[in-house]
């Protein structure tokens, strides 16, 4: 069975204080693996696809690495309006084509 | 586009009750999904179609559950009778491709009383 287990379940930065989000992954076969951004009283929002081990993306001050095992988000000098819950999903090949799995997240709070 | 729109944002209901929630999918996605999030379980996929096809309602917890896509823009989720352990946020999402990801709505607030 598919799985997704984020650490930490919270995190609390200074402005500017760099850090790293973890996303380990359980999957027959990875068809792709996502990050997703949401605010409180929103949906998630799309920010990244991963394929294979070793690709690297990177958007404004979040870039996501993937390896066979994990996936990690870091965030680079962060701003208060990074804070928010960050959600890992991965997508394999036994769930049926377009099938996302979800961790739980990590809520980042970013404090001026 | 107005991206995916979700009717009602909140939903109060006795239990017993039928509710029945609604998306609209930007137009051109192929893909329709209906989430629910709570905080014990996070994000659950319940059902998701292709062109308008169920193709994996393995999520659906209950009989009490069932959900209709009669054309590519518009589809419900009916739970019927509702109890409280359903109170949760429902969330829609549609795709048009893998690379893309999802485009959620934002969300349907559903608790029952």
């Known amino acids: 069975e598919d799985q997704v287990t984020q650490s930490p379940e919270a995190l609390r930065l200074q402005e500017g204080e760099s850090s790293s989000l973890n996303c380990s992954y359980t999957?027959?076969?990875?068809?792709?693996l996502f990050w997703y951004r949401q605010d409180p009283g929103k949906g998630p929002e799309f920010l990244f696809t991963?394929?294979?081990a070793g690709e690297e993306k990177e958007k404004e001050r979040l870039k996501a690495t993937l390896t066979k095992k994990e996936s990690f988000l870091h965030i680079t000098a962060p701003k208060p309006e990074d804070s928010a819950t960050y959600l890992c999903?991965?997508?394999?090949?036994?769930?049926?084509?377009?099938?996302?799995?979800f961790g739980a997240g990590t809520r980042l709070a970013v404090h001026p | 586009d107005a991206g995916v729109i979700q009717s009602p944002r909140h939903e109060v209901t006795e239990m017993g009750q039928e509710v029945t929630l609604r998306c609209k999918p930007i137009?051109?996605?192929?893909?329709l999904f209906w989430y629910r999030q709570t905080m014990m379980r996070g994000l659950e996929l319940l059902i998701y179609?292709?062109?308008?096809?169920?193709?994996?309602d393995s999520g659906m917890p209950e009989d009490r559950f069932s959900a209709k896509m009669p054309n590519a823009s518009f589809s419900t989720l009916k739970i019927q009778p509702s109890e409280p352990r359903d109170s949760a946020v429902y969330f829609c999402?549609?795709?048009?491709?893998?690379?893309?990801?999802?485009?959620f709505g934002s969300g349907t607030r559903l608790t029952v009383v």
């Open positions: 999402a549609s795709s048009q491709d893998r690379d893309y990801g999802y485009t």
């Open positions: 999957v027959s076969g990875l068809r792709g």
């Open positions: 991963l394929y294979s």
């Open positions: 999903a991965v997508q394999g090949f036994s769930g049926g084509y377009n099938k996302l799995i």
């Open positions: 137009s051109g996605h192929d893909y």
């Open positions: 179609f292709n062109n308008n096809v169920p193709i994996d």
